[in-house]
């Protein structure tokens, strides 16, 4: 079974300043996707960023980015210019690219990101 | 606007009442999903529905029920609420396909059982 680990719960960072947060997973399968949520305050869950394993480019989104590591099974988040907006709880998670009926999204605990001004 | 719409946002419960959390989407998805979230702990499944019809159970099912009462609509019922049932629920959605961006989620409901 695929497992995802978060081992930061609790970070900070200062207004404007990169922040980098930590992912790994464990999984025996060559294809998949990976994701990194934010949950504000709002409890909405938004999806940030996405990346397809067999894409060997690191995805980017405006001032969000990752670094993949397909043999270390790390996929890390950066936020650069970081914004007070972008206080909130950060979740990474996994997908099999294996389309069966038992498809669903395994998630990690959780990284609390705090923004200081 | 497209997206998966969840019913009550809030809800107090007694200890022994029940309650079902409504969950409705309009994206043509095949499978919906239900979890909880706690503190530390991440979200966890509840039950999953891969296709109208089915319904399966996840890591954290007792205490629950659920029923997919078409593709649009998936609810979860709690037949004799508990205190450690205090959570928030989300359903999701998703789509069977290569280009999928991940879950679609409902904005969650807190539920708080006293």
């Known amino acids: 079974a695929q497992t995802v680990t978060q081992s930061q719960p609790e970070m900070s960072v200062q207004e404007a300043e990169t922040v980098t947060l930590s992912c790994t997973y464990d999984t025996s399968e060559s294809d998949y996707y990976l994701f990194w949520y934010k949950q504000p305050p709002s409890r909405q869950m938004i999806l940030v960023i996405r990346q397809e394993a067999y894409k060997q480019q690191n995805a980017t989104e405006n001032r969000f980015s990752v670094n993949f590591q397909k043999a270390a099974k790390s996929f890390s988040l950066k936020i650069s210019d970081s914004q007070l907006g972008d206080a909130a709880m950060y979740f990474c998670a996994y997908r099999s690219a294996i389309i069966t009926s038992y498809d669903k999204v395994i998630f990690g605990p959780g990284t609390s990101l705090s923004v200081i001004p | ?114």
């Not at chain 2, 909880?36 to 991440?42: A, E, F, K, L, S």
């Not at chain 2, 629950?64 to 649009?72: A, E, I, P, Q, T």
């Not at chain 2, 049932?85 to 290569?98: E, G, M, N």
């Open chain 2, 1 to 114: 606007n497209a997206g998966v719409t969840q019913t009550p946002k809030f809800q107090v419960l007694k200890t022994g009442q029940s309650m079902t959390l409504q969950c409705a989407q309009d994206m043509n998805h095949n499978s919906m999903y239900w979890y909880r979230q706690d503190p530390g702990m991440g979200l966890r499944l509840i039950y999953y529905s891969a296709s109208e019809g089915t319904t399966d159970k996840g890591e954290v099912p007792n205490g629950y029920n659920v029923s997919r009462l078409n593709k649009r609509e998936f609810s979860l019922r709690l037949e004799s609420a508990a205190p450690s049932q205090t959570s928030v629920y989300f359903c999701a959605s998703l789509q069977w396909d290569w280009t999928e961006n991940g879950y679609t989620f409902g904005s969650g409901t807190r539920l708080t059982v006293v």
